[in-house]
């Protein structure tokens, strides 16, 4: 017996809408296209759920951050529920205030605004930060506390704030396979 089609068109064009919007950027310090995260968080939430529009969500979670993209584009073509959901997982930034100077403040927000977000939010989240944690572990087992240089906070102590700040937001999704690697992962750079 043949297995039926699935229809695929809708995460194809967000894919492909991805792909083009961080054409020829780098993952920072990584040395690899960036796109490689937005499919990583989109295979995460794929694990969690099949609704196409927050795969679509999460393959398209950095692209009103990070690239020229803005939300009305995402409205325009993936329609309302995507482009809330990217807006909501995007960071805020202060005008004329750094990225380093507002870094607490920015994580400080992501992680109230989590704790109270919808459920489909907190999926697309978690595939962000799943992706993000374990690209973290892979580093710290071969860089250590050096790795912290990398980012706009130095110290480890931060990081371990954040990360636990969002586990704590993201608990809802408790049972999930991938809540569990994101706590393990965390438990396993910063201890129990």
Avoid: C
Avoid at 35 to 46: D, G, Q, T, W
Avoid at 58 to 69: K, P
Avoid at 78 to 84: C, E, I, K, T, Y
Avoid at 97 to 108: D, F, I, N, T, Y
């Amino acid at each position: 017996m043949a297995n039926k089609a699935m229809d695929t068109a809708f995460v194809d064009k967000a894919i492909l809408f991805a792909l083009q919007a961080h054409a020829g950027t780098e993952r920072r310090g990584k040395g690899f296209p960036y796109i490689i995260h937005p499919l990583e968080a989109m295979s995460i939430v794929a694990s969690i759920t099949n609704d196409p529009e927050l795969l679509a969500a999460a393959v398209l979670h950095d692209t009103v951050e990070d690239t020229s993209i803005r939300v009305e584009d995402l409205a325009r073509e993936f329609g309302p529920r995507v482009a809330s959901i990217v807006e909501a997982e995007s960071d805020k930034f202060a005008e004329g205030v750094s990225e380093e100077a507002s870094w607490h403040s920015r994580k400080q927000a992501a992680i109230d605004h989590l704790k109270v977000a919808p459920y489909d939010a907190k999926i697309v989240a978690m595939g962000d930060k799943l992706s993000n944690m374990r690209a973290i572990w892979r580093d710290y087992q071969q860089q250590g506390d050096e790795l912290w240089k990398i980012f706009h906070a130095k110290e480890r102590s931060d990081h371990e704030w954040h990360y636990r700040g969002l586990a704590d937001s993201l608990s809802e999704l408790k049972d999930t396979f991938a809540y569990q690697e994101f706590v393990h992962l965390i438990d396993d750079v910063f201890g129990k």
